[in-house]
């Protein structure tokens, strides 16, 4: 079964899905920035950019697979 | 008093054909996302794929972090700017020479809004007035094109923004934290050696402790940056603000010491004499040192923090000064200055003058973020034709009538990597030449799919480009950007009125500390303005001392307000407010004598007292300045 995407729309604007994912994968992310902070996410991994780009992209992967 | 001596091992950076490794890796990174962002547009068929190059081009900045910081912005005021196009477009695009007008408003509005932030906040100020200039300008006479014109832009911003994050996260670009975290332990050092210094009853230079101020309040947009760097980047910001308000706090500690000795010589006139004079004297002495000493622990604990990624025990903010009436004067020139050269144009009737007219509104955005308009403009002018020459070279000698991606690239490698290379330069102007001529080669080279070889496109956008520069630099020579001496007569306007009490209840919500810091944003702004000038830096920090002595008393006479010692304190705050070192150190006294007479401690309230008579009385003043000079 194909999974179908819904276009957000604003004001007779339409907002392709993909858009709308990473920005919500972001918001996500910033509300998780304090968490990762508390966990000392930076402190597991050599390149902790790298990581937390890897963290973001899966996020917006789900979301993309599930909703 | 014991400096925090950290050893630090100088190595030596690997160098290449005059250039760090550290530089050499910054170029190929900037290269690569030039690339990547070019593939993405091209792939994505993008109607601008070359606003995306720009996009790279522009946040070519050495640490990630930075780069980040000024991406959101850019984001951000290109939303700002798309929607003020639309609007502009939308009710003034049938009203001819009323439209160039409100397009000078909101360059005037923007370079004003520039002038009364710092940092990247100024550039995303100054980028509302530049995506105005690149959608609604270009698009004047056709309005109905201005919103898919910036949704293109958009499209290619964010490609561009994502292009940097991905090469800056996947190729490891430096942090910034740590830069910080030496510039601070460094300029800590140097306050608690001048703090000895004045211990030890040495003299110092005003030049030398303004430096400093300067040198710790030039961080601030600095500071802001390390919050995008990563999850740990919020605390190590906090962390930075804090130890940077602590340590401007720390050096007018030391200030306030070197200036009691000076006062407590029996030749100063002004002040009283009686009977409590040396142990008012010798308890607030006592009080700054045991205050230095805490903030030296409050300083080491912010760092520490900083070098950690953990939040501060101690959290200030960095309220910043700017002066209303410059930036004011400045947005006023800037729109004289475009309205000028939109009737020139509108006057020539020449045709495509609209991307002439976009130019100039991106050479007047641009120039607001530097600290002199003009001689931005001229560096505008130098690059201009550099960055012609440049995409002629790749365009008609390099690239020819090829249209394959890997040709492309190879052929961008050598300028973007060279030019880039310049821009991580430490001299400021090679270092802007750089980067103008690296956007402006972007741009007039237009990277598209499939590329045009149009010499005809080519000439006449070389030539509007230059033009927009000269008459840019012309317009500012008939209505020149405010002089440093104007800038300076209009700070030190402010600096004496705030030392006569205006600013006091203004900034009430701050504390102490934060307020210190707003007032030393104002001297470093003095500074810049002022140069070297050995008598401007001495008023200046005269009137930084009086403020924050003022302002710190007034905080400590608020907490006695509700007590017992509450008549006392009034008494004290009207003497405060006539600004009479004689009256406030008689207020001392009496605030001191009753205080013992009740048992209740009052000793940092008479402390501050003293401090602000010390400050006020002219002649004490007169005796720090030949004492620091």
């Not at chain 2, 890796?25 to 900037?30: C, K, M, N, P, S």
């Not at chain 2, 009125?497 to 944003?521: C, F, I, K, P, Q």
């Not at chain 2, 009740?598 to 402390?607: E, I, N, Q, V, Y």
Request: glycine residues 6%; charged residues 15%; neutral net charge.
């Amino acid at each position: 079964m194909t999974h179908t995407y819904s276009e957000l729309i604003i004001d007779g604007v339409l907002v392709a899905p993909i858009v709308s994912y990473a920005a919500i994968a972001l918001l996500m992310f910033f509300l998780l920035r304090p968490l990762l902070h508390f966990a000392g996410f930076g402190r597991l991994f050599s390149n902790p950019s790298l990581a937390e780009l890897s963290l973001y992209v899966t996020m917006f992967g789900l979301l993309t697979l599930f909703f | 008093m014991q400096v925090n001596g950290t050893n630090t091992i100088e190595t030596r950076p690997l160098v290449f054909a005059g250039f760090s490794v550290s530089s050499w890796a910054f170029a190929i990174r900037v290269w690569l996302a030039c690339l990547l962002a070019l593939y993405a547009s091209f792939w994505l068929q993008l109607e601008v794929p070359s606003s995306a190059a720009i996009t790279v081009a522009i946040l070519a900045l050495p640490t990630r972090g930075q780069g980040l910081e000024k991406a959101g912005f850019r984001l951000f005021a290109t939303a700002i700017g798309v929607a003020a196009s639309i609007a502009i477009a939308g009710f003034f695009s049938q009203t001819g020479g009323l439209l160039l007008a409100v397009l000078g408003v909101w360059v005037g509005l923007c370079v004003y809004a520039a002038g009364m932030l710092d940092g990247n906040r100024a550039y995303a100020a100054a980028l509302s007035c530049i995506t105005v200039a690149l959608i609604a300008i270009q698009q004047i006479d056709s309005p109905q094109q201005v919103f898919p014109t910036g949704v293109a832009r958009g499209a290619a911003l964010v490609i561009g923004v994502l292009a940097v994050a991905f090469i800056n996260d996947v190729l490891a670009a430096p942090d910034y934290h740590p830069v910080v975290a030496n510039r601070l332990a460094v300029l800590h050092r140097q306050i608690m050696s001048y703090a000895e210094s004045v211990l030890r009853g040495e003299t110092t230079s005003v030049s030398v402790t303004a430096s400093m101020l300067k040198e710790v309040t030039a961080l601030r947009p600095e500071i802001a940056s390390l919050h995008t760097e990563s999850s740990s980047g919020t605390a190590r910001s906090t962390a930075a603000r804090s130890a940077m308000v602590d340590l401007v706090a720390t050096l007018f500690l030391a200030r306030a010491l070197a200036m009691l000795p000076a006062a407590a010589r029996p030749t100063s006139g002004t002040i009283i004499q009686d009977e409590h004079r040396p142990d008012l004297l010798a308890m607030c002495r006592g009080r700054i040192e045991s205050e230095l000493l805490r903030k030296d622990a409050e300083v080491r604990g912010s760092l520490d923090a900083l070098r950690n990624g953990a939040h501060p025990a101690v959290s200030h903010r960095a309220p910043l000064y700017r002066c209303r009436r410059i930036a004011a004067e400045n947005g006023v020139r800037a729109a004289i200055c475009f309205t000028l050269i939109a009737a020139l144009f509108v006057t020539a009737g020449w045709p495509t003058t609209e991307v002439a007219l976009s130019l100039v509104a991106v050479i007047i955005g641009l120039g607001t973020t530097a600290p002199d308009p003009r001689k931005f403009t001229a560096i505008a002018i130098l690059a201009t034709p550099v960055s012609c020459l440049l995409a002629g070279i790749l365009r008609y000698f390099v690239f020819n009538g090829v249209s394959e991606f890997p040709l492309l690239a190879i052929g961008l490698a050598p300028v973007v990597i060279g030019l880039a290379l310049l821009i991580s330069l430490p001299n400021p102007l090679l270092s802007s030449l750089g980067r103008l001529s690296l956007v402006f080669t972007l741009a007039i080279l237009a990277p598209t799919n499939p590329q045009s070889y149009d010499p005809n496109v080519f000439l006449i956008t070389c030539t509007l480009a230059c033009l927009a520069a000269i008459l840019t630099f012309a317009a500012q020579i008939l209505v020149p950007p405010l002089s440093s001496n104007r800038r300076l007569e209009l700070l030190l306007r402010e600096a004496r009125s705030d030392r006569g009490g205006l600013g006091v209840a203004r900034h009430r919500h701050l504390t102490s500390e934060e307020a210190a810091y707003h007032d030393a944003t104002r001297v470093q702004q003095i500074a810049a303005a002022g140069g070297a000038d050995q008598s401007v830096l001495d008023e200046a920090m005269r009137c930084f001392d009086r403020s924050v002595a003022v302002r710190r008393c007034n905080a400590e006479l608020d907490d006695l307000q509700d007590g017992p010692l509450a008549e006392a304190a009034e008494i004290a705050r009207a003497a405060l407010a006539r600004r009479d070192a004689g009256t406030v150190l008689t207020a001392a006294a009496a605030l001191h004598e009753a205080a013992a007479r009740r048992s209740l401690p009052a000793d940092s309230a008479c402390a501050a007292l003293v401090l602000s008579a010390v400050a006020l009385s002219p002649s004490a003043s007169e005796s720090i300045g030949k004492r620091q000079s």
